[in-house]
């Protein structure tokens, strides 16, 4: 059985810092590419970082709002996704979500929500003024 668990959310001042994880298991995490959305209150869930699967080089993808503030990872050996997030802004308030996928990764489906086969729970993302 596939799980993926987030952690690490939490409130924050903006300008502030919080590194998300996600522990998968149950599967051949290297083979899945994985992602993370979030959806802010009466807001659409939208990708936010996308992750190639692969071991030697993985590639990334950011929606344009968090390039240069968020950074997406992965450690294939603890089967586990990273978001770490600088700069938080209070736009940035949301419930966090990650996937894994292995259908087709590209540029534009990174951020599709139909191309992930498996969704965590979430994690709560609070940034005050």
């Known amino acids: 059985q596939v799980q993926l668990v987030e952690s690490g959310g939490g409130s924050v001042q903006a300008g502030g810092s919080l590194r998300l994880s996600c522990a998968a298991s149950g599967l051949v995490y290297s083979t899945y590419y994985m992602g993370w959305f979030r959806q802010a209150p009466g807001k659409e869930r939208e990708g936010v970082a996308g992750?190639?699967?692969?071991?030697?080089?993985?590639?990334?993808l950011y929606t344009d709002s968090v390039k240069g503030r968020f950074t997406i990872s992965r450690d294939n050996t603890k089967t586990t996704l990273y978001l770490q997030m600088n700069s938080l802004k209070p736009e940035d308030t949301a419930m966090y979500y990650c996937?894994?996928?292995?259908?087709?990764?590209?540029?534009?489906?990174?951020?599709?929500?139909?191309?992930?086969?498996?969704w965590g729970q979430g994690t709560q993302v609070t940034v005050s003024t």
């Open positions: 996937a894994a996928g292995n259908g087709y990764w590209s540029s534009v489906s990174w951020r599709t929500e139909s191309n992930y086969n498996y």
């Open positions: 992750i190639s699967h692969g071991t030697t080089y993985t590639y990334t």
